[in-house]
DNA sequence: GTCTATAGTGGGATAGAC
DNA sequence: GTCTATCCCACTATAGAC
C-alpha cells in the first residue's frame, strides 16, 4: 500500500470520492464495499478492480479529507485580523459540516506513511504559526477537537448553548498566548 | 430497558464486570456476545437468560464507567490546593487507564433515559464546582478530552512531549478563571 | 443456568467469464 | 471494467431441551 492520492487513476478517484459521500450519509458502519458499490451502479466485486482493500480506501479518503482542512485553514487565516479566532471558527466549521469524515480523520493514527509528504504538517501550519510553538497548539488543537467530538457526540447538555463555551477556549488561550509571549517569546 | 445499573442479578453484574474486561482488552470492536461467553466460560446463547440484549449491557457498563469516574474525581478535588489542576491529571488518569472504556462513555450520546437519576450531575459536579460556571466547565472539559483522545488516538506526532500541553491548557484556564470571576462574578 | 441447533443478516474478498 | 458465483467469516438473537 504505497502512497495514496497519488497515481489514482480516474476511475479510482471517482470511486474516492463516492466513497466520501457514502460516509457522510451513512456514517462509518455504512461505509461498506457493497454499499459503495451501489452507490455507483455496480457490483461490490468490481470495485477491486480498482481499489486494492478497504484499508487503502479509507486512507484515500482521510487524505482527501486532509487536504481540505489544509485549505480551509489557509483561506481562514488569510488576512485574519484575530488569527486563532479565525482558526478555530473554521476548524468547527469544517468538522461540523462532515461529522463523519471528521470522526474517520481524527480517531486513528494517522496512515502517515501512506499520506503524501508534508500533508500533515500543511494541515498543521496556520495553527502553528497563530498559536506560536507546537505546545501551544497541540493544546489548542485538543480544545478544538473537544468542542467539536462533543459537539457532534451530542454528549454536552441537550440545549447546552456552545458558543459562549468556545468562546471562553479562544480568549482563554489568546491571554495566554500574550502572557507567555512576553515571558519566554517562541519555543 | 429501564435504568440499567439497578436491579441488576448478581449474575449479571458478573457479565457486566467481565464485558468490561474484554472490552479493555480488545476495544469495542472485540466486545461481542460470542466472546464474552467465551471469556466467562459458557455458550453465547446463555448470555441472554441475564441480559435482554447487547445494548442494554453497554448502557451497563458506561453507567459503572460513569459512577467510577465520578468516585475518581471526588477524590481528587478533596482537599486539594488547586483544584482545576487536580481535576485534569485525575480525569487523563482515569481515561488513559481505560481508554476503551472512555471511548464507549463518550463517543455517543448519553443513554440519559437508562442512566441512574443523577449520575451525569455526579459526575459532572466537581468540575463545574471548580470552574465556576457551566461555560467554562464545558470548555474546560472539551481541552481535557481533546487531550485525552488524540492521545489514546496516537494523533499528535510520535514522541511530542504532552506534559507541557496539559500545562499550557491548565494555565490558560486558570488565569482565564481569574480574569472572568473580576469581570462576572458566576454565571 | 446452561446447552445445542439454528435462523437471519451482513461483511470483505477472490476466481474466472465476458 | 463489469459481471456472476461463491467462499468464508462473524455477528445478534431465538427456540426449546436438559
Chains 1, 2 share one sequence.
Request: glycine share 6%; proline share 7%; hydrophobic share 45%.
Amino acid at each position: 500500500m504505497p502512497n495514496v492520492t497519488e497515481r489514482l487513476t480516474p476511475r479510482a478517484r471517482e470511486i474516492v470520492e463516492a466513497a466520501r459521500e457514502l460516509l457522510e450519509q451513512e456514517g462509518a458502519e455504512g461505509l461498506t464495499m457493497r454499499r459503495l458499490a451501489e452507490q455507483l451502479g455496480i457490483r461490490a466485486p468490481s470495485l477491486y478492480k480498482h481499489v486494492p482493500d478497504k484499508a487503502t480506501l479509507e486512507v484515500a479518503i482521510i487524505a482527501t479529507g486532509l487536504e481540505d482542512l489544509a485549505a480551509a485553514l489557509d483561506a481562514a487565516v488569510e488576512g485574519a485580523a484575530e488569527p486563532l479566532a479565525a482558526l478555530t471558527v473554521a476548524y468547527r466549521t469544517f468538522a461540523l459540516s462532515r461529522p463523519h469524515l471528521y470522526r474517520l480523520m481524527t480517531d486513528r493514527p494517522l496512515p502517515r506513511e501512506h499520506l503524501p509528504a508534508g500533508l500533515e504538517d500543511r494541515a498543521a501550519a496556520p495553527l502553528l504559526r497563530a498559536a506560536g510553538n507546537p505546545t501551544r497548539a497541540r493544546a489548542i488543537w485538543a480544545f478544538a477537537h473537544g468542542m467539536v467530538l462533543l459537539e457532534v457526540s451530542r454528549r454536552f447538555p441537550p440545549g447546552a448553548d456552545l458558543g459562549p463555551a468556545w468562546q471562553e477556549g479562544i480568549t482563554a488561550f489568546q491571554a495566554d498566548a500574550s502572557r507567555s509571549s512576553r515571558k519566554v517569546g517562541t519555543e
